[in-house]
Protein backbone atom coordinates (compact mmCIF):
# COMPACT_ATOMS: atom_id res chain seq x y z
CA UNK A 1 0.00 0.00 0.00
CA UNK A 2 1.59 3.14 -0.91
CA UNK A 3 2.23 6.07 1.79
CA UNK A 4 0.04 8.84 0.97
CA UNK A 5 0.71 12.05 3.12
CA UNK A 6 -2.80 13.18 4.74
CA UNK A 7 -3.52 16.73 5.64
CA UNK A 8 -4.72 18.00 7.97
CA UNK A 9 -3.26 17.24 10.91
CA UNK A 10 -5.60 15.35 13.37
CA UNK A 11 -5.13 18.28 16.37
CA UNK A 12 -5.76 20.78 13.76
CA UNK A 13 -9.00 19.36 12.51
CA UNK A 14 -10.07 18.80 16.23
CA UNK A 15 -9.24 22.43 16.68
CA UNK A 16 -10.89 23.61 13.65
CA UNK A 17 -14.14 21.81 14.45
CA UNK A 18 -14.68 22.72 17.85
CA UNK A 19 -14.42 26.13 16.79
CA UNK A 20 -17.16 25.45 14.01
CA UNK A 21 -19.22 23.66 16.55
CA UNK A 22 -19.01 25.42 19.63
CA UNK A 23 -15.86 27.86 20.29
CA UNK A 24 -15.90 30.93 17.50
CA UNK A 25 -19.30 32.75 18.84
CA UNK A 26 -18.34 32.52 22.60
CA UNK A 27 -14.65 33.19 21.76
CA UNK A 28 -15.68 36.38 19.46
CA UNK A 29 -17.89 37.60 22.17
CA UNK A 30 -14.96 37.68 24.86
CA UNK A 31 -12.95 39.27 22.45
CA UNK A 32 -15.60 41.48 21.95
CA UNK A 33 -15.35 42.88 25.91
CA UNK A 34 -11.86 42.83 25.71
CA UNK A 35 -12.25 45.32 23.26
CA UNK A 36 -14.67 47.47 24.78
CA UNK A 37 -13.43 47.47 27.96
CA UNK A 38 -9.99 49.11 25.96
CA UNK A 39 -12.36 52.08 24.40
CA UNK A 40 -14.12 52.65 28.24
CA UNK A 41 -10.56 52.38 29.64
CA UNK A 42 -9.26 55.56 27.06
CA UNK A 43 -12.83 57.44 27.77
CA UNK A 44 -11.93 57.44 31.52
CA UNK A 45 -8.77 58.67 31.17
CA UNK A 46 -10.49 61.85 30.88
CA UNK A 47 -11.61 61.38 35.17
CA UNK A 48 -8.11 61.56 35.73
CA UNK A 49 -6.67 63.75 38.58
CA UNK A 50 -10.08 64.84 39.45
CA UNK A 51 -11.38 66.21 36.54
CA UNK A 52 -14.78 65.16 35.15
CA UNK A 53 -15.97 65.45 31.69
CA UNK A 54 -18.31 68.45 31.00
CA UNK A 55 -21.96 66.82 31.92
CA UNK A 56 -21.28 63.68 33.61
CA UNK A 57 -19.51 65.41 37.50
CA UNK A 58 -23.18 63.98 38.46
CA UNK A 59 -22.36 60.33 37.18
CA UNK A 60 -18.97 60.98 39.53
CA UNK A 61 -20.81 61.93 42.60
CA UNK A 62 -23.51 59.08 42.25
CA UNK A 63 -20.57 56.67 42.22
CA UNK A 64 -18.15 58.07 44.64
CA UNK A 65 -14.59 57.83 44.94
CA UNK A 66 -12.17 55.30 44.22
CA UNK A 67 -12.53 53.32 47.40
CA UNK A 68 -16.07 53.38 46.46
CA UNK A 69 -15.65 52.17 42.73
CA UNK A 70 -13.49 49.43 43.98
CA UNK A 71 -15.40 47.66 46.62
CA UNK A 72 -18.54 48.17 44.07
CA UNK A 73 -16.67 46.17 41.50
CA UNK A 74 -15.84 43.79 43.77
CA UNK A 75 -19.32 42.97 44.33
CA UNK A 76 -20.35 42.94 41.01
CA UNK A 77 -17.87 40.76 40.26
CA UNK A 78 -18.12 37.98 42.46
CA UNK A 79 -21.98 38.05 42.24
CA UNK A 80 -21.80 37.72 38.41
CA UNK A 81 -19.18 34.90 38.86
CA UNK A 82 -21.30 32.97 41.11
CA UNK A 83 -24.42 33.88 39.44
CA UNK A 84 -22.31 32.18 36.10
CA UNK A 85 -21.22 29.32 37.69
CA UNK A 86 -24.60 28.43 39.46
CA UNK A 87 -26.25 29.03 36.50
CA UNK A 88 -24.11 27.26 33.80
CA UNK A 89 -24.35 24.46 36.39
CA UNK A 90 -28.07 24.03 36.40
CA UNK A 91 -27.80 24.38 32.63
CA UNK A 92 -25.61 21.36 32.36
CA UNK A 93 -28.03 19.73 35.04
CA UNK A 94 -30.93 19.89 32.26
CA UNK A 95 -29.20 19.20 29.49
CA UNK A 96 -28.00 16.04 31.31
CA UNK A 97 -31.67 14.92 31.91
CA UNK A 98 -32.49 15.49 28.47
CA UNK A 99 -29.98 13.04 26.97
CA UNK A 100 -31.03 10.82 29.79
CA UNK A 101 -34.29 10.53 28.50
CA UNK A 102 -33.31 10.49 24.67
CA UNK A 103 -29.75 10.12 23.71
CA UNK A 104 -26.03 12.19 23.61
CA UNK A 105 -27.49 13.59 20.56
CA UNK A 106 -29.03 16.47 22.65
CA UNK A 107 -25.49 17.44 23.47
CA UNK A 108 -24.88 18.15 19.58
CA UNK A 109 -28.01 20.61 19.00
CA UNK A 110 -27.57 22.47 22.67
CA UNK A 111 -24.12 23.18 22.15
CA UNK A 112 -24.35 24.05 17.64
CA UNK A 113 -27.67 26.53 18.79
CA UNK A 114 -26.41 30.04 18.30
CA UNK A 115 -28.63 31.28 21.08
CA UNK A 116 -26.63 28.95 23.82
CA UNK A 117 -23.09 30.29 22.58
CA UNK A 118 -24.09 33.72 23.08
CA UNK A 119 -24.99 32.63 26.74
CA UNK A 120 -21.32 31.60 27.37
CA UNK A 121 -19.89 34.13 25.68
CA UNK A 122 -21.96 36.74 26.99
CA UNK A 123 -21.43 35.51 30.95
CA UNK A 124 -17.51 34.78 30.69
CA UNK A 125 -17.02 37.86 28.47
CA UNK A 126 -19.14 40.34 31.21
CA UNK A 127 -17.10 38.70 34.09
CA UNK A 128 -13.40 39.82 31.82
CA UNK A 129 -14.64 42.92 31.73
CA UNK A 130 -15.69 43.42 35.02
CA UNK A 131 -12.27 42.26 36.60
CA UNK A 132 -10.20 44.38 33.78
CA UNK A 133 -11.98 47.37 34.79
CA UNK A 134 -11.62 46.32 38.47
CA UNK A 135 -7.35 46.40 38.08
CA UNK A 136 -7.47 49.68 36.53
CA UNK A 137 -9.26 51.51 39.72
CA UNK A 138 -5.88 53.13 40.72
CA UNK A 139 -5.03 56.27 42.32
CA UNK A 140 -4.36 58.01 39.02
CA UNK A 141 -7.61 56.36 37.61
CA UNK A 142 -11.21 56.36 37.68
CA UNK A 143 -12.95 54.02 35.93
CA UNK A 144 -16.42 55.88 36.13
CA UNK A 145 -17.87 55.09 32.35
CA UNK A 146 -16.51 51.46 32.88
CA UNK A 147 -18.22 51.15 36.26
CA UNK A 148 -21.26 52.16 34.87
CA UNK A 149 -21.38 50.20 31.57
CA UNK A 150 -20.63 47.26 34.03
CA UNK A 151 -23.39 48.24 36.01
CA UNK A 152 -25.60 48.13 33.06
CA UNK A 153 -24.59 45.11 31.44
CA UNK A 154 -25.04 43.16 34.85
CA UNK A 155 -28.40 44.11 35.14
CA UNK A 156 -29.08 42.39 31.57
CA UNK A 157 -27.47 39.36 32.69
CA UNK A 158 -29.52 39.07 35.39
CA UNK A 159 -32.86 39.43 33.41
CA UNK A 160 -30.66 37.17 30.75
CA UNK A 161 -30.54 34.38 33.48
CA UNK A 162 -34.69 34.40 33.06
CA UNK A 163 -34.39 34.12 29.78
CA UNK A 164 -31.95 31.37 28.98
CA UNK A 165 -33.12 28.81 31.61
CA UNK A 166 -36.86 28.92 30.00
CA UNK A 167 -35.03 28.05 26.92
CA UNK A 168 -32.82 25.67 27.84
CA UNK A 169 -35.98 23.77 29.74
CA UNK A 170 -37.47 24.57 25.88
CA UNK A 171 -34.85 23.08 23.80
CA UNK A 172 -34.69 19.97 25.94
CA UNK A 173 -38.53 18.81 24.41
CA UNK A 174 -38.39 16.36 21.91
CA UNK A 175 -39.80 18.40 19.50
CA UNK A 176 -36.95 21.16 19.46
CA UNK A 177 -34.51 19.07 19.33
CA UNK A 178 -35.96 17.07 16.40
CA UNK A 179 -36.98 20.30 14.70
CA UNK A 180 -33.68 21.77 15.12
CA UNK A 181 -31.78 18.43 13.69
CA UNK A 182 -33.78 19.13 10.88
CA UNK A 183 -32.94 22.04 10.07
CA UNK A 184 -29.58 20.97 9.94
CA UNK A 185 -29.82 18.56 7.97
CA UNK A 186 -31.27 20.58 5.28
CA UNK A 187 -28.91 23.41 6.22
CA UNK A 188 -25.72 20.44 5.77
CA UNK A 189 -27.39 18.91 2.44
CA UNK A 190 -26.87 21.88 1.07
CA UNK A 191 -23.43 21.54 0.76
CA UNK A 192 -23.92 18.15 0.07
CA UNK A 193 -25.41 19.22 -3.68
CA UNK A 194 -22.59 21.60 -3.89
CA UNK A 195 -19.73 18.65 -3.74
CA UNK A 196 -22.56 16.48 -5.87
CA UNK A 197 -22.91 19.50 -8.48
CA UNK A 198 -18.80 19.02 -9.07
CA UNK A 199 -18.85 15.36 -9.62
CA UNK A 200 -20.48 12.29 -11.15
CA UNK A 201 -22.94 9.84 -10.55
CA UNK A 202 -22.40 6.75 -12.24
CA UNK A 203 -18.73 5.31 -13.56
CA UNK A 204 -18.56 4.98 -16.95
CA UNK A 205 -19.61 1.40 -18.13
CA UNK A 206 -16.50 -1.07 -19.06
CA UNK A 207 -13.49 1.19 -17.99
CA UNK A 208 -11.34 -1.29 -15.67
CA UNK A 209 -10.18 -1.05 -11.57
CA UNK A 210 -6.40 -0.12 -12.17
CA UNK A 211 -5.70 0.56 -8.24
CA UNK A 212 -7.31 0.91 -4.62
CA UNK A 213 -6.24 3.41 -2.43
CA UNK A 214 -6.78 2.83 0.97
CA UNK A 215 -6.68 4.60 4.15
CA UNK A 216 -3.69 5.34 5.83
CA UNK A 217 -5.40 6.53 8.92
CA UNK A 218 -8.42 5.82 10.98
CA UNK A 219 -10.72 8.55 11.45
CA UNK A 220 -14.78 10.05 10.11
CA UNK A 221 -14.29 11.20 6.35
CA UNK A 222 -15.62 14.25 7.05
CA UNK A 223 -14.39 16.57 3.64
CA UNK A 224 -13.48 15.63 0.18
CA UNK A 225 -11.61 18.12 -1.92
CA UNK A 226 -12.99 17.04 -5.45
CA UNK A 227 -10.88 19.75 -7.30
CA UNK A 228 -7.90 18.28 -5.87
CA UNK A 229 -8.25 14.86 -7.56
CA UNK A 230 -9.56 16.18 -10.96
CA UNK A 231 -6.59 18.44 -11.53
CA UNK A 232 -4.66 15.26 -10.85
CA UNK A 233 -6.14 13.82 -12.90
CA UNK A 234 -6.34 16.58 -15.77
CA UNK A 235 -2.33 16.31 -15.40
CA UNK A 236 -1.97 12.53 -15.64
CA UNK A 237 -4.48 11.36 -18.18
CA UNK A 238 -7.77 13.84 -18.86
CA UNK A 239 -9.42 11.56 -21.30
CA UNK A 240 -8.86 7.85 -19.82
CA UNK A 241 -9.07 7.80 -15.87
CA UNK A 242 -11.14 8.62 -13.21
CA UNK A 243 -11.56 7.64 -9.75
CA UNK A 244 -14.91 6.40 -7.85
CA UNK A 245 -15.14 7.23 -4.13
CA UNK A 246 -16.40 4.17 -2.71
CA UNK A 247 -18.02 5.42 0.75
CA UNK A 248 -19.99 8.63 1.80
CA UNK A 249 -18.95 11.76 2.92
CA UNK A 250 -19.09 10.88 7.13
CA UNK A 251 -18.27 6.86 6.73
CA UNK A 252 -15.84 5.60 9.61
CA UNK A 253 -12.30 4.23 8.11
CA UNK A 254 -9.91 2.07 9.49
CA UNK A 255 -6.82 1.22 8.45
CA UNK A 256 -6.50 -0.07 4.99
CA UNK A 257 -9.91 0.07 4.38
CA UNK A 258 -10.72 1.04 0.93
CA UNK A 259 -11.53 4.51 -0.17
CA UNK A 260 -11.12 4.92 -4.05
CA UNK A 261 -11.35 2.78 -6.98
CA UNK A 262 -8.58 4.29 -9.93
CA UNK A 263 -10.57 3.27 -13.12
CA UNK A 264 -8.95 3.84 -16.62
CA UNK A 265 -9.91 2.71 -20.29
CA UNK A 266 -10.11 -0.18 -21.65
CA UNK A 267 -6.60 -0.94 -23.05
CA UNK A 268 -5.05 2.34 -22.10
CA UNK A 269 -1.61 1.86 -20.16
CA UNK A 270 -1.76 3.73 -17.12
CA UNK A 271 1.46 4.39 -16.43
CA UNK A 272 3.15 3.86 -12.88
CA UNK A 273 4.24 7.05 -11.96
CA UNK A 274 0.80 9.04 -13.30
CA UNK A 275 -0.92 5.99 -11.12
CA UNK A 276 0.98 7.31 -7.71
CA UNK A 277 0.41 11.09 -8.22
CA UNK A 278 -3.71 10.11 -8.54
CA UNK A 279 -3.39 8.14 -5.40
CA UNK A 280 -1.21 10.84 -3.33
CA UNK A 281 -4.18 13.34 -4.59
CA UNK A 282 -6.87 11.00 -3.35
CA UNK A 283 -5.14 11.03 0.03
CA UNK A 284 -4.98 14.63 0.35
CA UNK A 285 -8.13 15.68 -0.83
CA UNK A 286 -9.75 13.70 2.06
CA UNK A 287 -9.92 15.27 5.61
CA UNK A 288 -10.03 12.57 8.67
CA UNK A 289 -11.21 13.92 12.05
CA UNK A 290 -12.34 11.81 15.46
CA UNK A 291 -16.14 13.41 15.36
CA UNK A 292 -18.64 14.05 12.94
CA UNK A 293 -20.31 17.97 12.36
CA UNK A 294 -24.05 17.62 12.28
CA UNK A 295 -23.93 21.52 10.65
CA UNK A 296 -22.09 20.26 7.65
CA UNK A 297 -23.09 16.13 7.43
CA UNK A 298 -26.43 15.64 6.59
CA UNK A 299 -25.91 11.64 6.95
CA UNK A 300 -24.65 12.34 10.66
CA UNK A 301 -28.30 14.37 11.32
CA UNK A 302 -30.26 11.34 9.77
CA UNK A 303 -28.17 9.00 11.96
CA UNK A 304 -28.95 11.32 14.98
CA UNK A 305 -32.95 11.26 14.21
CA UNK A 306 -33.33 7.40 13.79
CA UNK A 307 -31.06 6.85 17.42
CA UNK A 308 -33.31 9.40 18.63
CA UNK A 309 -36.36 7.17 17.46
CA UNK A 310 -34.97 3.82 18.51
CA UNK A 311 -34.02 4.87 22.14
CA UNK A 312 -37.65 6.71 22.88
CA UNK A 313 -39.78 3.92 20.72
CA UNK A 314 -38.52 0.80 22.09
CA UNK A 315 -38.70 -1.10 25.39
CA UNK A 316 -35.69 0.51 26.83
CA UNK A 317 -38.00 4.22 27.24
CA UNK A 318 -41.66 2.73 25.41
CA UNK A 319 -42.14 6.94 24.58
CA UNK A 320 -44.31 6.58 21.40
CA UNK A 321 -44.03 10.79 21.46
CA UNK A 322 -40.81 11.50 20.11
CA UNK A 323 -40.94 8.61 17.39
CA UNK A 324 -43.66 10.21 16.06
CA UNK A 325 -42.41 13.72 16.03
CA UNK A 326 -39.18 12.41 14.12
CA UNK A 327 -41.26 10.50 11.69
CA UNK A 328 -42.78 13.32 10.55
CA UNK A 329 -39.51 14.73 10.12
CA UNK A 330 -38.42 12.13 7.89
CA UNK A 331 -41.36 12.80 6.07
CA UNK A 332 -40.39 16.01 5.20
CA UNK A 333 -36.82 15.81 4.37
CA UNK A 334 -37.66 12.51 2.16
CA UNK A 335 -40.53 14.41 0.15
CA UNK A 336 -37.78 17.55 -0.22
CA UNK A 337 -35.20 14.98 -1.39
CA UNK A 338 -37.23 13.14 -3.72
CA UNK A 339 -37.23 15.34 -7.03
CA UNK A 340 -33.16 15.65 -6.86
CA UNK A 341 -32.78 11.56 -7.41
CA UNK A 342 -34.88 12.49 -10.92
CA UNK A 343 -32.24 14.52 -12.12
CA UNK A 344 -29.60 14.27 -9.42
CA UNK A 345 -26.91 17.49 -9.76
CA UNK A 346 -23.83 16.34 -11.90
CA UNK A 347 -21.08 17.66 -13.95
CA UNK A 348 -21.07 15.18 -17.25
CA UNK A 349 -17.57 16.12 -17.66
CA UNK A 350 -16.18 15.48 -14.40
CA UNK A 351 -13.41 12.82 -13.45
CA UNK A 352 -14.70 12.26 -10.02
CA UNK A 353 -17.54 9.81 -9.12
CA UNK A 354 -19.74 9.99 -5.92
CA UNK A 355 -22.59 8.16 -5.12
CA UNK A 356 -25.26 10.47 -3.41
CA UNK A 357 -26.51 8.01 -0.11
CA UNK A 358 -28.43 10.98 1.66
CA UNK A 359 -31.86 10.10 -0.12
CA UNK A 360 -31.31 6.12 1.11
CA UNK A 361 -30.07 7.07 4.04
CA UNK A 362 -32.83 8.91 4.58
CA UNK A 363 -35.68 5.95 4.17
CA UNK A 364 -33.60 4.05 5.53
CA UNK A 365 -34.23 5.70 8.88
CA UNK A 366 -37.87 5.81 8.12
CA UNK A 367 -37.40 1.96 7.96
CA UNK A 368 -35.95 1.75 11.43
CA UNK A 369 -38.72 3.30 12.73
CA UNK A 370 -40.66 0.85 11.53
CA UNK A 371 -38.54 -1.90 13.19
CA UNK A 372 -38.35 -0.70 16.37
CA UNK A 373 -42.01 0.09 16.74
CA UNK A 374 -42.64 -3.78 15.90
CA UNK A 375 -39.92 -4.29 18.86
CA UNK A 376 -42.02 -2.23 21.64
CA UNK A 377 -45.44 -3.09 20.07
CA UNK A 378 -46.43 0.40 19.67
CA UNK A 379 -49.40 0.79 17.27
CA UNK A 380 -49.57 4.48 17.73
CA UNK A 381 -46.24 5.05 15.76
CA UNK A 382 -46.16 1.94 13.56
CA UNK A 383 -49.24 3.42 12.69
CA UNK A 384 -47.52 7.14 11.60
CA UNK A 385 -45.03 4.97 9.80
CA UNK A 386 -47.67 3.64 7.84
CA UNK A 387 -49.30 6.81 6.64
CA UNK A 388 -46.19 8.47 6.65
CA UNK A 389 -45.10 5.83 3.42
CA UNK A 390 -48.68 6.03 2.45
CA UNK A 391 -48.49 9.76 1.79
CA UNK A 392 -44.91 10.05 0.21
CA UNK A 393 -45.93 6.96 -2.07
CA UNK A 394 -48.61 9.57 -3.34
CA UNK A 395 -46.41 12.08 -4.53
CA UNK A 396 -42.70 11.50 -4.74
CA UNK A 397 -40.47 10.25 -7.82
CA UNK A 398 -40.00 6.52 -8.76
CA UNK A 399 -36.54 5.92 -7.17
CA UNK A 400 -38.15 7.19 -3.85
CA UNK A 401 -41.39 5.02 -4.47
CA UNK A 402 -39.41 2.41 -5.43
CA UNK A 403 -37.60 1.89 -1.79
CA UNK A 404 -40.80 3.08 0.17
CA UNK A 405 -42.76 0.22 -2.06
CA UNK A 406 -39.92 -2.15 -0.67
CA UNK A 407 -40.04 -0.76 2.90
CA UNK A 408 -43.81 -1.50 2.78
CA UNK A 409 -43.17 -4.60 1.77
CA UNK A 410 -40.94 -6.09 4.30
CA UNK A 411 -42.82 -4.43 7.41
CA UNK A 412 -45.73 -6.72 6.81
CA UNK A 413 -43.20 -9.42 8.51
CA UNK A 414 -43.58 -6.47 11.86
CA UNK A 415 -47.65 -7.51 11.81
CA UNK A 416 -47.92 -10.58 13.14
CA UNK A 417 -47.88 -9.62 16.92
CA UNK A 418 -49.79 -6.16 16.54
CA UNK A 419 -53.07 -5.57 17.65
CA UNK A 420 -55.18 -4.57 14.50
CA UNK A 421 -56.19 -0.90 15.74
CA UNK A 422 -58.53 1.05 14.07
CA UNK A 423 -55.33 4.12 13.56
CA UNK A 424 -53.20 0.96 12.36
CA UNK A 425 -56.09 -0.18 10.33
CA UNK A 426 -56.99 2.99 8.28
CA UNK A 427 -52.95 3.01 7.68
CA UNK A 428 -52.73 -0.13 6.59
CA UNK A 429 -55.63 0.46 3.98
CA UNK A 430 -54.68 3.66 2.72
CA UNK A 431 -51.04 2.17 2.68
CA UNK A 432 -52.46 -0.59 0.70
CA UNK A 433 -54.27 1.97 -1.81
CA UNK A 434 -51.08 4.22 -2.36
CA UNK A 435 -49.11 1.06 -3.06
CA UNK A 436 -51.93 -0.34 -5.89
CA UNK A 437 -51.90 3.58 -7.53
CA UNK A 438 -47.87 3.28 -8.57
CA UNK A 439 -48.04 -0.01 -10.31
Known sequence: MPAIETVPNR???????????????P????????GLNALVYLADRSWSGGAAPTGFRWLGALLGDRAALGGLLTTVASSIITVTSIT????????QQGAASLTAQVTDQ????????FYFGYFVGLSVFVLMTLVTNTEFHRPVF???????????ALCLVIVMLYNTIDQMRPERIVQFIHAQILEARADDERLLARTRRTPRPGWDVRAVVRATERGYVVGLDADRIQAAIARAAPDA??????VPVGTFRALGDPLFDIRARPGFVLEAEAREAVEAACGRALTFDDGRD???????????LATI??????TAKSNPSPGRVVLLALRDIVARWSPGEVDPPEALGAHVILADHAPTAATDALEAVIVVASESIQCQTLAEAMDSLAILLGHVAAPTADRLAGIAQRSLSALGEHVLTRELEAALDGLAAAIAGIK
Open 146 to 156: GTSLALVMTTF
Open 88 to 95: FSLLLIAV
Open 27 to 34: LATIVGFV
Open 110 to 117: FMARRTNQ
Open 294 to 304: LGHDAGYGLHQ
Open 241 to 246: VEVRMR
Open 11 to 25: VVAAVRRSFRQFLAL
Open 309 to 314: AWTSVS
